[in-house]
């Protein structure tokens, strides 16, 4: 007769939130600090391109998505 | 008083002037019983009426007119009419009838005439029961208009003792509800009687249609008069888990108005005796799991207020600065946030949001209430369901991470009272990838971070191309490049050597002596080609002015490191011929202990100036 009605709720628990936020932003950091260390030791022809794009796109994801769920889990839904 | 007399004479007139007109149309339904209930006890008058109307003529009649005094119809914020089956446990009640607002052509020009439009006609010698309620707001008049802080509130009530029809009426009975046991005075008509907090009026019997007996009715009240003049609910939803709602409220007292001067000292002392107008505390009845609830001003926050919550309903009780007396306002915002899925649904391809329309807030009247829903951005929306009249427009938002703004739908509507605090619908569409495109936003503002931090050290700002000092530095890069592969080289020798030691070790253990002659042979030739790749760097070294510094530590590496080599090597030929001559470990022992000091010693001064020339 009438369609069924589902809730609707987040795609990820809601107490998930502030451990996602920690563990991502923590994970991120360390891949940025890998990447800074590459930056300041490696010197003329030795630095590869191909590296740093990877090192740099991979901290990027969890920087993002880590201050993506530290921005939820302190209230400010976006 | 005498306002009053000429608008009760100026009914008067018009009732029987209209009773003329009607006549005609009303011959043919008659109503049997009437039964009203007027219900003063708050700010808001409810009236119940239960009818029993009949039809005595001959044709089947499909609509039941209502009539309303202008004075009332303008302040009518609710008229709901349904149509009762059985009585008592087996009374059944039929869905809210549609109800319009008519002009009849004789009709006299102070009356308001609502036309409700039965489900199925009435037939000849047919009879219906229906119950009317209406809610009237801002229609008590406090009298005397003006107390002070000492004084308590009267109000008068105005209305007829026969209900307004244009059908003629057998019996009609009225019952008005006090706030409390004691009445100030009301009309005296025949048949009248004050019992408790009820006067009962009735029961009349065949009165013609248009009867109007004007009735006054002044006692006192100190219910709270809360009137918000303007209130802006705005409610965002955001997938990510939250339904947001802020309320702005701008109150104010709208009873009788305060006189003279507020006495803080008297009102503190005695607050049932100076200040029995006035209210201090507003009860709202937040849904239930509601969280992150703020109560705060221009000023800031506003601490006076209490949350007690159950699984049913959160209650929060708020007290504004100072308590509120006839004529005084105050603005404050409510703020709480309540979990997605009790108001967020998925139904065919669609979404929609479920939440009711109007304020939480106990017995309040809303001159201007603006409900503004903001949807996540990328949604569109396709349809708006209210149960009732609203003003309905568009608009767009821009908040957090937004790119475009987000849709918002504007609902307004005047004169609303609690009754009104029911369910509403929003229907839009939303994919669940547009969900990804904040995360993804801010992905990128980090790569942009990140690449500008490797353009910024492959870049070459210098100005000037050929002063010398750019020309050492190019040089003294390339010889830091050139170590750094030679530093390379240097530790895979190393990890040769390691390998080595350790196939001698898995020998004692295992006793494969072939597998112990195969690591020897590849370690043999690896080492061949890290000499070669030696060559080249060293020569660069040097011929480079600027590794001066390094080339005799270099040098002196390189012939340490061919040293260990050459240890390494005898030490584990000696092994291995002992093991083909199966020799008593003891001798093997003898043999390789002098080396293995030499070993151990060669392999910390390499160590050593590995970390030297790292540290340059």
Known sequence: MAPSVKPISSPVPIEWYPTLAFFMLSIGLVVTSSFFIYEATSSGKNRSLAKELSTSAVASFFLGFGSLFLLLASGVYV | ?616
């Open chain 2, 1 to 616: 008083m005498a306002r009053m007399r000429f608008d009760l004479t100026l009914l008067l007139l018009f009732a029987f002037g209209s009773f003329l007109f009607f006549s005609a149309v009303s011959a043919d339904l008659v109503i049997s019983k009437l039964d009203r209930r007027i219900d003063l006890s708050s700010h808001i008058v409810r009236a119940t009426t239960s009818l029993k109307v009949e039809n005595n003529g001959a044709e089947a009649i499909s609509e039941f007119l209502l009539p309303f005094p202008e004075h009332q119809a303008k302040n009518l914020a609710l008229l709901t009419v349904i149509i009762v089956e059985g009585k008592g446990k087996s009374k059944v009640s039929s869905e809210s009838l549609p109800v319009r607002i008519v002009n009849p052509k004789d009709s006299p020009p102070s009356l308001v005439w609502y036309s409700i439009t039965l489900p199925k006609e009435l037939g000849k010698g047919g009879s219906l029961n229906l119950e009317i309620k209406v809610a009237l707001s801002n229609i008590l008049r406090p009298f005397p208009e003006k107390i002070t802080q000492a004084d308590v509130q009267l109000i008068v009530f105005q209305d007829s003792a026969q209900v307004l029809s244009p059908y003629a009426v057998h019996m009609q009975s009225l019952t008005v509800k006090l706030p409390e046991p004691k009445v100030e005075s009301y009309t005296k008509l025949e048949n009248t009687k004050f019992s408790g907090s009820e006067i009962k009026y009735g029961p009349y019997e065949n009165q013609p249609p248009f009867t109007y007996t004007p009735l006054a009715v002044h006692y006192v009240s100190n219910k709270p008069f809360v009137v918000a003049r303007e209130l802006v609910r705005e409610i965002e939803i955001s997938h990510w888990g939250n339904v947001q709602v802020t309320e702005s409220y701008s109150l104010v007292h709208a009873g009788a108005v305060i006189l003279g001067e507020f006495s803080r000292l008297e009102y503190q002392a005695q607050p049932h005796l100076r200040g029995a107008s006035a209210f201090r505390h507003l009860i709202a009845k937040l849904p239930a799991r509601a969280h992150s609830i703020y109560y705060r001003d221009d000023i800031g926050n506003i601490s006076t207020s209490n949350v007690w919550g159950d699984s049913s309903m959160t209650l929060l009780q708020i007290e504004p600065r100072f308590p509120m007396f006839g004529g005084w306002k105050t603005t404050f915002t409510i703020g709480y946030g309540l979990p997605l899925k009790d108001f967020l649904f998925k139904s065919g391809g669609e979404r929609f949001l479920n939440i009711p329309f109007g304020s939480p807030i106990d017995d309040l009247v809303i001159d201007n209430l603006t409900v503004k829903i903001v949807l996540p951005e990328g949604s569109k929306i396709t349809s708006v369901s209210v149960p009732f009249s609203v003003k309905q427009s568009k608009q767009e938002k821009i908040s957090h991470l937004d790119v475009v703004g987000r849709p918002v739908v504007v609902l307004e509507k005047t004169n609303v009272v609690p009754e009104h605090s029911q369910y509403f619908q929003v229907y839009y569409k939303f994919s669940n990838l547009s969900l990804l495109q904040e995360p993804l936003m801010l992905v990128f503002g980090y790569f942009l971070l990140f690449v500008a931090c490797i353009a910024y050290v492959r870049a070459d700002f210098t100005i000037s191309k050929s002063s010398p000092s750019y020309l050492a530095k190019l040089q003294w890069d390339e010889v830091r490049s050139t170590i750094q592969q030679f530093e390379g080289v240097v530790n895979q020798c190393l990890i040769v050597h390691d390998k080595l030691q350790a196939s001698l070790r898995d020998l004692s253990r295992t006793g494969d002596l072939q597998a112990c002659k195969a690591a020897r042979k590849t370690a043999d030739s690896t080492l061949k080609e890290l000499l070669k790749d030696l060559k080249p760097l060293i020569s660069f070294l040097q011929s480079s002015p600027q590794a001066a510094q390094i080339l005799p530590k270099v040098e002196e590496l390189v012939a340490k490191e061919k040293e260990l080599q050459e240890k390494i090597m005898q030490k584990h030929s000696i092994v291995v011929e002992s093991y083909d001559k199966k020799s008593g470990i003891k001798d093997t022992e003898n043999r390789v202990t002098a080396l293995e000091q030499k070993i151990v010693l060669l392999r910390q001064e390499v160590d050593d100036l590995v970390d030297t020339i790292d540290e340059i």
